[in-house]
């Protein structure tokens, strides 16, 4: 008789996971999943939280752990998940994030341009899929809805599903931010199918809410932190500047990774070889870029370049209030005349935005609550909830980054 093949991983957050299919281990090996080791989880957060060094690997990990002990749940309650299904959806939450670029959400639709990383996701899970003889068929279904058990989809993309459970609680762990804690292990026991939909249980009420609200809190407090703000929007400018003075014949800007054909000749096709080319990318080329770019000619990108490696960012201020234009250009013009910049360049070393968060965003998705006596309710319309109004109203803040 042969023996299933096992193996257990030690994690820091949840204590040991267990592998124990062979679809499961060809996916862990595979080079395009063994790239996610290399690109950070919650990209430069790490400037200001310095433990924050964890990667796309170890949260697709947690997360799939998650996932096994959701169907383990389920299964338990009288839910029917095939063995084929359970398989399906570890896949596909184990694949969620599969086409991150470097440093993540960080770079995401500047380096591939307008692309989004659940479109790259699906794309490299069907390379994938073409590789290993279709069986990912089923986790392709399940990850793009396309399967008649929407609750399999549901904990891969949801309010609740495995994917935000699991980064909340691995980023609130890394960064050392305990408002980020929740109670993921109360939060599966109290999950349930009612009509095919994934739902929560009364009891289980003030565990989400406690989940929505530490959401809120890790996002303006590391997500949307002034200083995280700065730095990723720091590497975006670099990009930008890289982009409009590109030329194949400058040697100087040229990196030999596969950076060069995004920035350069790169269609807009995500085509094989484009495919081949950004599964190849991670965190160590874009550093590597920057350490070269440092010492390009144009004076933009080398100051950009070097604050950037020494942690010299752009000095961020937040506010509820838009900017007056008058102000901002007052701040450009001190600016690039502190610098020796031209004029026309100077948003680069100052700009505006808005960054925005809701806690509970009622129009994709909605987290219905099951009563003992069958009723359900969303959880925005429970009586005597700590949150009601507010749950579901975007907190819209304005920033200016600028350097000094």
């Known amino acids: 008789m042969n023996q299933i093949k096992r193996k257990i991983i030690n994690d820091p957050v949840y204590g040991f996971i267990t592998i124990d299919h062979p679809l499961i281990f060809n996916i862990l090996a595979h080079p395009y999943y063994q790239r996610l080791r290399r690109i950070h989880q919650m990209a430069m957060a790490q400037l200001v939280y310095p433990g924050a060094v964890h990667t796309r690997l170890h949260h697709s990990l947690g997360a799939y752990h998650l996932m096994c002990n959701a169907v383990t749940e389920l299964r338990a309650k009288g839910v029917e998940i095939t063995e084929a299904e359970s398989v399906a959806v570890k896949a596909a939450i184990l694949l969620h994030d599969i086409g991150h670029g470097p440093y993540s959400h960080a770079l ?8 989004h990383h659940e479109a790259l996701s699906i794309r490299i899970m069907e390379e994938m899929n073409q590789g290993m003889d279709g069986a990912l068929d089923l986790a392709i279904q399940i990850f793009t809805n396309k399967y008649p058990k929407p609750f399999l989809h549901q904990l891969i993309s949801g309010q609740l599903d495995m994917d935000r459970m699991d980064y909340l609680s691995r980023d609130s762990f890394y960064s050392g931010v305990s ?14 199918v009612h009509h095919g939909q994934l739902m929560v249980e009364e009891k289980g009420i003030y565990s989400v809410e406690k989940f929505l609200v530490a959401r809120r809190q890790m996002y303006w407090q590391v997500y949307l932190h002034k200083t995280v703000l700065s730095a990723e929007k720091m590497l975006v400018k670099i990009i930008e500047r890289v982009r409009e003075i590109y030329q194949a014949t400058d040697q100087a800007l040229q990196t030999q990774t596969a950076l060069d054909f995004f920035l350069g000749s790169f269609s807009g096709v995500m085509d094989h070889h484009a495919l081949e080319q950004f599964c190849s ?17 144009d004076r933009v990108l080398s100051l950009l370049c070097k604050r950037f490696l020494n942690r010299q960012l752009y000095k961020s201020r937040i506010q509820s209030e838009d900017f007056e234009p008058l102000f901002l250009k007052e701040k450009q013009d001190a600016a690039a005349n502190k610098f020796g910049i031209n004029p026309a360049d100077a948003h680069y070393l100052c700009f505006t935005g808005e960054a925005s968060n809701t806690m509970y965003q009622t129009l994709d998705e909605r987290i219905n609550i099951l009563f003992k006596d069958g009723m359900v309710k969303d959880i925005s319309k429970i009586d005597n909830a700590l949150i009601q109004q507010n749950l579901s109203a975007p907190v819209k803040k304005f920033y200016i980054c600028m350097l000094s």
Do not use: C, F, N
């Not at 995401?108 to 692309?115: A, F, N, R, S």
């Not at 408002?179 to 349930?192: A, N, P, S, T």
């Not at 990318?281 to 000619?297: E, N, Q, R, T, Y």
């Open 281 to 297: 990318l991670d965190d160590h080329d874009v550093m590597h870029a920057i350490k070269h770019w440092s010492k390009h000619p």
């Open 108 to 115: 995401e639709q500047v380096l591939v341009l307008g692309t």
């Open 179 to 192: 408002e980020g804690v929740i109670g993921y292990d109360r939060i599966l026991k109290m999950l349930v």
